[in-house]
T-cell receptor, first 114, second 113 residues
Framework: AQSVTQLDSQVPVFEEAPVELRCNYS??????LFWYVQYPNQGLQLLLK??????LVKGINGFEAEFNKSQTSFHLRKPSVHISDTAEYFC????????????FGGGTRLMVKP | KAGVTQTPRYLIKTRGQQVTLSCSPI?????VSWYQQTPGQGLQFLFE???????NKGNFPGRFSGRQFSNSRSEMNVSTLELGDSALYLC????????????FGQGTRLTVV
């Protein structure tokens, strides 16, 4: 079984400041890693994913994440946030040999202030 | 290309009733998964269907069931509704490859009174 921990439930940040949303996972098998964003009253949208290869992954809207196998982390970063980035962000994992079942972290609410 | 469509968007049911939610995946996607989202428990996996077969199942009671049709459309059913079943139910569809992106619908907001 796997688990995902998002260390911060809320992250307030001023517009144009950098931000990092932290994610740690635990699994006894190899996993794929994902970050999703959810805007109010919406479903989830994929920001980026790590399957293999380069540990630095670039996604949509200027987001990137770095996979660190030794620390079992997959932190999400953006160098300069906008008001429109205010949303809930979810880190998720799926086992490499278990279909498309996703295990989600508890979510981090990013609040961008003007 | 149409996205994942979930119907209805909102639903109010009485405790003890049953409910059926529908999900139409993106054309060509054969994997459909269901998730329950609540403020207290977050996002929890219910089940995944692939080619009309349940491929994975989460840790939910037997009151929660699902099925997938030959056109990949999926339904989930909750019988004997409880107040705690109030949640946003999200459906996601994916291509067949491992690590494939899950495309989510906007969800069905179920309120049990």
């Amino acid at each position: 079984a796997q688990s995902v921990t998002q260390l911060d439930s809320q992250v307030p940040v001023f517009e144009e400041a950098p931000v990092e949303l932290r994610c740690n996972y635990s699994s006894s098998v190899s996993v794929y890693l994902f970050w999703y964003v959810q805007y109010p009253n919406q479903g989830l949208q994929l920001l980026l994913k790590y399957l293999s290869g380069s540990t630095l992954v670039k996604g949509i809207n200027g987001f990137e994440a770095e996979f660190n196998k030794s620390q079992t982390s997959f932190h999400l970063r953006k160098p300069s946030v906008h008001i429109s980035d205010t949303a809930e962000y979810f880190c998720a994992v799926s086992e490499r040999n278990a279909g498309n079942m996703l295990t989600f972290g508890g979510g981090t609410r990013l609040m961008v202030k003007p | 290309k149409a996205g994942v469509t979930q119907t209805p968007r909102y639903l109010i049911k009485t405790r003890g009733q049953q409910v059926t939610l529908s999900c139409s995946p993106i054309s060509g996607h054969r994997s459909v998964s269901w998730y329950q989202q609540t403020p207290g428990q977050g996002l929890q996996f219910l089940f995944e269907y692939f080619s009309e077969t349940q491929r994975n199942k989460g840790n939910f009671p037997g009151r929660f069931s699902g099925r997938q049709f030959s056109n990949s459309r999926s339904e989930m059913n909750v019988s004997t509704l409880e107040l705690g079943d109030s949640a946003l139910y999200l459906c996601a569809s994916s291509m067949t490859g491992r690590g494939a992106e899950a495309f989510f619908g906007q969800g069905t907001r179920l309120t049990v009174v």
